[in-house]
Nanobody, 121 residues
Framework: QVQLAESGGGLVQAGGSLRLSCAAS????????MAWFRQAPGKEREVVAT????????YYADSVKGRFTISRDVAKNTVYLQMNSLKPEDTAVYYC??????????????WGQGTQVTVSS
């Protein structure tokens, strides 16, 4: 089992930026797909972005395309989510996850504890 720890959340005004980080506990991190999900109050958890083992293949939800960038540093066992041009509707708890890939949370076995992102209008 991989332990994941997110950081970087906070309160930001609309149009601002935040960078989330997710540190994994061990090197098996390099063999799996990493993903960022988010969950707003009263809503289901949804995928935000995923990145393949090699870091070459990425996926973004339509709602964040062109604004968010996912990246990973295998040597540091860390995945990042750069969030620009933030909107109030981006407000949610953001989770990183490790798994087999895809946009369903069921495909991911290991999860971080989440970090709150709040965007004020």
């Amino acid at each position: 089992q991989v332990q994941l720890a997110e950081s970087g959340g906070g309160l930001v005004q609309a149009g601002g930026s935040l960078r989330l980080s997710c540190a994994a506990s061990r090197r098996t991190f390099s063999g799996y797909v990493m993903a960022w999900f988010r969950q707003a109050p009263g809503k289901e958890r949804e995928v935000v972005a995923t990145i393949a083992r090699s870091g070459g293949n990425t996926y973004y939800a339509d709602s964040v395309k062109g604004r968010f960038t996912i990246s990973r540093d295998v040597a540091k066992n860390t995945v990042y989510l750069q969030m620009n041009s933030l909107k109030p509707e981006d407000t949610a708890v953001y989770y990183c996850a490790v798994g087999l890939g895809g946009s369903s949370s069921r495909e991911y076995n290991d999860w971080g504890q989440g970090t709150q992102v709040t965007v004020s209008s």
